[in-house]
């Protein structure tokens, strides 16, 4: 069985809380009735949104966790954001992950000139200065990959709504629906 689920914003990307200091948080299972096994395929964190591939199938999950599938990223950034910032992104650039520096893989990342059609939600009011939308797209997850990223480029992360992966599309989704998938890959 295979699922594409609009994750919304204030979710963890799990079934069931194994951990006592998460114990408020909101988990999927509150939003869909998944079987046992089902999983999610890679992680969307807390304040991110957007496509959340489940599956029963571990290798279906290996396959789409490799840098063989892109992972597309819609990404609201505090500031209006520079050419140059975007090259950076481009080339790959050093983040740190668990506590040691890591570089980057380049990647595919542009200026999106119009807001993105995606599930509308507030941030912030625009007295607070400016912002910029940016599609970028990677081949690889390490923890808040793209948090990290556009902060390192001095351009902190407002919003991250996961658009695609590989194939498969947000498309017209809102936050907790749910679309049983065919394997396309």
Same mark, same amino acid.
């Given at each position: @069985?295979? &699922? *594409? +689920?609009? *994750?919304?914003?204030?979710? +963890?990307?799990? &079934?069931?809380?194994?951990?006592? *200091?998460?114990r408020n948080k909101k988990l999927l299972g509150s939003i869909i009735e998944a079987p046992d096994n !089902? @999983?999610?395929?890679g992680r969307l964190d807390e304040k991110s949104e957007g !496509? +959340? !591939? +489940?599956?029963t199938d571990g290798k279906m999950s290996d396959y789409i966790r490799s840098s063989k599938i892109e992972k597309e990223y819609y990404v609201m950034v505090d500031g209006l954001i520079t050419t140059e910032a975007i090259e950076k992104l481009k080339k790959g650039l050093e983040i740190s992950i668990d506590g040691k520096p890591y570089l980057t893989k380049a990647c595919k990342a542009f200026l999106i000139e119009t807001a993105p059609k995606v599930h509308e939600r507030y941030v912030r009011d625009e007295k607070h200065g400016p912002t910029s939308w940016l599609s970028i797209t990677l081949t690889e997850g390490k923890f808040r990959q793209v948090r990290k990223m556009t902060a390192a480029i001095g351009f902190p992360t407002l919003r991250l709504v996961r658009v695609r992966i590989g194939n498969y599309n947000i498309d017209e989704m809102q936050p907790g629906d749910i679309k049983k998938i065919e394997p396309t890959l």
């Open positions: @069985m295979h &699922f *594409k +689920l609009y *994750k919304p914003y204030g979710y +963890l990307s799990q &079934f069931v809380n194994n951990q006592n *200091k998460r !089902l @999983m999610a395929i !496509l +959340l !591939l +489940l599956t």
